[in-house]
């Protein structure tokens, strides 16, 4: 059984040395348009780390480029996909530097996410979805329910509701009863 175990590790050890590098990828989503997400990582690249942007396709979403590392330039690609979370435009960045740690991707995607922020500020605060409660009474052509809890409000004996609200103007309430 031990001489099993082992042979297992020298095997994915040794299927690990020829396969050679893991190819990692990160990706970061960023609730900004488009536009400015794609200008925004093309600037960063070519004037802020000076790296040549050798294609690029706005229409597909994705550029490729040459990292430099000192002396060395790198392959790498960014790719900028449209999504749509809670009726707010934003986009989803996958950057790939294969020849390189992953801790480089993760540093490009958290200086496009400052870069985005000082640009343009704070990102489109997302539109809130009414409730359930408030699209029923809407369809009943009902005032909304009052804020809280959402739960209903006590009613007395005869069935209406138990609330000063509720009542006229000119009834009080009777602190007898």
């Given at each position: 059984?031990?001489?099993?175990?082992?042979?297992?590790?020298?095997a994915?050890?040794?299927?690990?040395?020829?396969?050679?590098?893991?190819?990692?990828r990160?990706?970061?989503t960023?609730p900004?348009?488009?536009?400015?997400?794609?200008?925004?990582?093309?600037?960063?690249?070519?004037?802020?780390?000076?790296?040549?942007i050798?294609?690029?396709?706005k229409d597909?979403?994705?550029?490729?480029?040459?990292?430099?590392?000192?002396?060395?330039q790198?392959?790498?690609?960014?790719?900028?996909?449209r999504?749509?979370?809670?009726?707010?435009?934003?986009?989803?960045?996958?950057?790939q530097?294969?020849?390189l740690?992953s801790?480089?991707?993760?540093?490009?995607?958290?200086?496009?996410?400052?870069?985005?922020?000082?640009e343009?500020?704070?990102?489109?605060?997302?539109?809130?979805?009414?409730?359930?409660?408030l699209?029923d009474?809407?369809?009943k052509?009902?005032?909304?329910?009052?804020e809280?809890?959402?739960?209903?409000?006590?009613?007395?004996?005869?069935?209406?509701s138990?609330?000063k609200?509720?009542?006229p103007?000119?009834?009080?309430?009777?602190?007898?009863?």
């Amino acid at each position: 059984m031990r001489t099993l175990g082992l042979a297992l590790a020298v095997a994915l050890l040794w299927t690990g040395v020829l396969c050679g590098h893991a190819e990692a990828r990160r990706e970061q989503t960023y609730p900004y348009p488009f536009t400015r997400v794609w200008t925004a990582a093309v600037r960063m690249l070519r004037v802020e780390f000076e790296s040549p942007i050798t294609e690029k396709d706005k229409d597909s979403g994705y550029f490729l480029f040459k990292f430099n590392d000192g002396q060395k330039q790198h392959p790498g690609s960014v790719e900028v996909i449209r999504t749509l979370e809670n009726g707010v435009e934003g986009v989803r960045v996958v950057v790939q530097v294969p020849a390189l740690a992953s801790y480089v991707e993760r540093m490009l995607l958290d200086h496009l996410g400052r870069k985005l922020s000082q640009e343009y500020g704070a990102p489109p605060v997302a539109k809130t979805q009414p409730t359930d409660a408030l699209k029923d009474a809407t369809k009943k052509n009902q005032p909304p329910p009052a804020e809280g809890d959402g739960q209903q409000q006590p009613k007395s004996e005869d069935g209406e509701s138990d609330t000063k609200s509720d009542r006229p103007a000119d009834q009080g309430t009777n602190p007898a009863k």
